[in-house]
């Protein structure tokens, strides 16, 4: 594959026990981000930012973007962790979650990095180290932009404003 | 007693003799990289090193590679005013980093199973030399193409297909090996290679993820965001950051960490190895000087040996072979030398390039100055003696051409509209050196001092922006006096160089 992950697919299945494929978010601008219920220090910044910029976009953003939060430790973050994650901190993200090959086929697509790690400070004994990146695909599902975790909101707010003039 | 018409000419010519100017081993240096750049296609002559199969770290991609870096530092901070020394050749490296003979090996080394990555097996074997790994082949042509984007303002490798890496075989294969990409989609292949692997970097061999290696690549896209405004090389730098935090770009007792095994996630770095601290001290100045500059006087006292004259000489590493012969080579005095070059370390500079100067056998040959290829490891005194080509030919010439902070200037991006827009030297025939190519602004003169590489040349100069603001006045001190020519905004100037010329152009 060369590039950016042009049209990016999976089948996974919501935080609400329902299955998801990326069809079922033709329409909406999505805001993509990988991450894990248990990871204590990216995630939660990420989440946070990425909520704030959700916000600032106001109902234009909410209209028009559906924000998605895939799951990379799928061993532990059943579609009820999921839930009970994001509804009490980021309430609006969608979860995502699945087998084991089917967030392998979502990572594969999106060209994310994840790798399970030991870590003794973590209940379980690892956390997984990933790709601390936020996808922006238009409304047929393609690849627009993405944001590093360095990424600064205002930035973003700025970015996404220009692809939703030009959609 | 001049009078007032010499003394209006020879100020001009006396300011010019007062800037800085390439002395003769550096001029000697630089004309080696010249003159192996203009070799014909496929000609390795005086390149070919100790081991086949550019299995060392002295291959042809290194040599082609350095001597680029060497040419694009020594044009930005040492000749500014004469891109036409450098754009030729530069072309002409990347024209040679695109032969199989540079990059094949990879058919054989991308199937692993070596003493490092037995674990995997034997994995496919891959003709395309940027496709998967190989990032010690890959971050080489992408920041070359891309630097020389940066360097010279010219779209040539932007066009579709200008980076194809093929093999035309007449007896084998039916044609079909033809991998093509250009800068940009070449860059962005390396990028989301990148994003794929957390950052930590893009592997060497099959599993072998070499922090020197994956340096270059942010180089290119750092030149990449130099061009086209994005923001690659900060996304890969605060990534690269966090991905070696788990590992240590430091080892712990102080010394640079070689690499990390991807699929075991395990750091192997051997314990004498001056090579690695000094070559990636020489990349990584780029962006993190100050780690850099706290580490270097820790390593050269460490891996340094004294030697007669005042001169230094550097422990080298001793690699095994397979049937544990020693592969020992001069690279770690070549990258001590040019990391001593980079963060301004004069004394060391001066004291490693006399070891090699007194030491090591220099040549004088067409203009050249450098260090002939020796197998010998030591001479009767136990000081160091072998010599490799990619040390010969290019690392002790960029550590004499390059300046301090060089290559990290050249990474914050130092070339302005004006530059591009300013008087300077676009191509001049052959046998000229170059020594000072400088246009002052303030002054509105452009100085050059000129002398030809062997007895008297004809000479053609050819200046762009050259008339935009009138013709200028030609100054010089030549026998002959130059004929000039005009067309559009490029002054074309002839005459026969028999000696050492200056030359100020005064609008």
């Known amino acids: 594959m060369v590039g950016a992950p042009g049209h990016p697919v999976f089948t996974l299945t919501d935080h609400f026990g329902k299955q998801a494929t990326e069809k079922d978010f033709h329409g909406w601008f999505q805001l993509v981000y990988f991450g894990f219920t248990s990871c204590r220090v990216v995630c939660p910044r990420a989440l946070t930012k990425l909520s704030g910029v959700l916000e600032t976009l106001g109902d234009e953003g909410a209209r028009r973007i559906k924000p998605l939060y895939i799951t990379v430790d799928p061993a532990r973050d059943t579609p009820q962790a999921m839930k009970t994650f994001l509804e009490t901190g980021y309430p609006r993200f969608l979860g995502l979650t699945g087998p084991e090959q089917a967030i392998e086929e979502a990572k594969t697509s999106f060209r994310v990095f994840a790798q399970r790690k030991s870590d003794p400070a973590d209940p379980d004994g690892y956390q997984i180290a990933h790709t601390a990146i936020a996808y922006f695909l238009d409304p047929g599902g393609n690849y627009l932009d993405h944001f590093p975790d360095a990424t600064e909101a205002g930035r973003i707010i700025e970015r996404i404003r220009g692809h939703l003039a030009k959609g | ?507």
């Open chain 2, 1 to 507: 007693m001049a009078t007032n018409a010499e003394s209006s000419i020879a100020a001009p010519l006396k300011w010019a003799a007062s800037l800085p100017e390439l002395d003769d081993l550096q001029v000697g240096a630089l004309r080696r990289m010249l003159n192996l750049a203009g070799q014909l296609p496929d000609d390795w002559s005086g390149m070919q090193g100790p081991t086949t199969m550019q299995e060392d770290f002295g291959g042809l991609r290194f040599q082609l590679a350095y001597m680029s870096y060497a040419l694009a530092l020594t044009h930005v901070h040492r000749l500014p005013a004469a891109p036409g020394l450098f754009k030729r050749p530069f072309e002409q490296l990347i024209e040679k980093m695109l032969s199989p003979d540079v990059w094949a090996y990879w058919h054989y080394v991308s199937t692993g199973n070596g003493p490092i990555n037995r674990n995997q097996g034997e994995l496919p074997a891959q003709w395309n030399p940027v496709g998967k790994d190989n990032i010690m082949y890959s971050a080489y042509i992408q920041s070359m193409a891309l630097m020389y984007r940066y360097l010279f303002r010219d779209v040539r490798y932007a066009k579709e297909g200008a980076l194809t890496f093929a093999v035309q075989a007449m007896f084998w294969g039916d044609g079909s090996l033809r991998f093509s990409y250009d800068e940009r989609s070449l860059n962005e292949h390396l990028y989301w290679a990148m994003v794929e692997r957390g950052f930590l970097g893009i592997a060497c061999e099959p599993n072998c993820v070499f922090q020197i290696c994956n340096q270059p690549a942010i180089i290119g896209f750092r030149m990449h965001d130099l061009v086209y405004g994005t923001s690659h090389a900060k996304d890969v730098m605060d990534g690269y950051d966090k991905a070696w935090a788990d590992f240590g770009v430091v080892t712990a007792d102080g010394h640079f960490n070689m690499m990390v095994m991807e699929k075991e996630r395990v750091v192997v770095t051997p314990p004498e190895a001056p090579w690695v601290d000094f070559w990636l001290a020489a990349l990584m100045h780029a962006w993190k000087p100050a780690l850099v500059e706290e580490r270097f006087p820790v390593h050269i006292a460490q891996w340094s040996v004294a030697a007669p004259h005042d001169t230094l000489w550097i422990r080298p590493a001793v690699q095994r072979k397979l049937d544990m012969s020693p592969v020992i080579s001069a690279r770690d005095h070549g990258w001590a030398a040019v990391a001593a070059a980079e963060v301004g370390d004069e004394e060391t500079l001066t004291r490693l390039l006399g070891y090699a100067d007194r030491f090591m056998n220099p040549v004088r040959e067409n203009g050249a100055y450098y260090y002939p290829r020796r197998d010998e490891h030591f001479d009767a005194q136990g000081r160091l003696s072998v010599m490799d080509p990619h040390t010969g030919n290019v690392l002790l010439g960029y550590a004499r051409l390059n300046v301090k902070d060089g290559l990290r200037k050249l990474f914050e991006g130092p070339l302005s509209d004006a530059h591009f827009a300013a008087p300077a030297l676009a191509s001049l025939s052959k046998g000229i050196n170059v020594r000072r190519a400088t246009y002052d602004a303030g002054r509105r003169m452009l100085a050059l001092a000129l002398d030809p590489v062997a007895g008297a040349a004809d000479v053609v100069l050819v200046f762009d922006n050259a008339v935009q603001a009138g013709m200028p006045e030609i100054i010089h001190d030549a026998a002959d006096t130059p004929r000039v020519i005009v067309a559009g905004d490029q002054l074309e100037m002839r005459f026969n160089m028999s000696r050492r010329t200056s030359l100020v152009l005064a609008w």
